[in-house]
């Protein structure tokens, strides 16, 4: 009887510990990747509009994930207001953004911005890539301020230019909480394939 009783006591240890096992195993399931919220701005689209959203939303995982990045965004480049004299008044927005759990996005406060208003951030960009790993560092005080407004530490974009030579597109990962090393080569190399997915899907739908 004694035997039976100890053996008992050890089956219920034994499910106490698979119990654990499974709980354990249940959250570090959940848990593996980040959980990310997506913006684009063609979401509510069809057909191949969709298909592009999807797949850019996709490799903007792929590029948080590589780069271990907290956002994770692409700025297109539109024409705003037409005046009467027939001319543009140029305007960027975050068409795509993925952002971790728990972070702010920011895409809908980023849409429809002048050119104008940010001449040294685009300038800087163009000339090859706009990479802080402190954004203090950023010596234009009205870029600086929109940055840290979104709580930025670090951040790198790449331009993409379109087969004309036009800046098309910016590409770029953001940092918060502490400045970290960037992963200058990840950003430029998904920048590229971005650009051309985009760049191809607005050529198939003219």
């Given amino acids: 009887m004694e035997i039976l009783i100890k053996l008992l006591a050890e089956l219920r240890k034994a499910r106490i510990y698979v119990v654990l096992l499974v709980f354990i195993g249940f959250f570090a399931y959940i848990f593996k990747e980040p959980l990310i919220k997506r913006f684009s701005s063609i979401d509510a689209g069809t057909g191949k509009y969709l298909e592009t959203s999807r797949l850019v939303n996709d490799m903007l995982t792929n590029m948080l994930h590589d780069t271990k990045s907290d956002r994770a965004y692409v700025f297109l480049f539109h024409n705003g207001v037409t005046y009467m004299d027939g001319s543009h008044k140029k305007k960027f927005s975050c068409d795509f ?82 400045p970290q090393c960037l992963s200058r080569p990840i950003v430029k190399k998904y920048a590229q394939e971005i650009g051309e997915v985009i760049e191809m899907a607005n050529q198939l739908e003219k």
């Fill in 97 to 178: 953004e993925i952002v971790r759990n728990g972070v702010q996005p920011q895409a809908f406060q980023l849409q429809d911005m002048p050119i104008s208003l940010f001449p040294d951030f685009i300038s800087e960009v163009k000339d090859s890539v706009f990479s802080y790993k402190n954004i203090k560092d950023v010596k234009d005080y009205k870029t600086r301020m929109v940055l840290e407004s979104q709580g930025i530490t670090s951040l790198v974009v790449y331009p993409y230019f379109n087969k004309q030579g036009h800046l098309f597109a910016m590409v770029g990962v953001d940092y918060l909480y502490e």
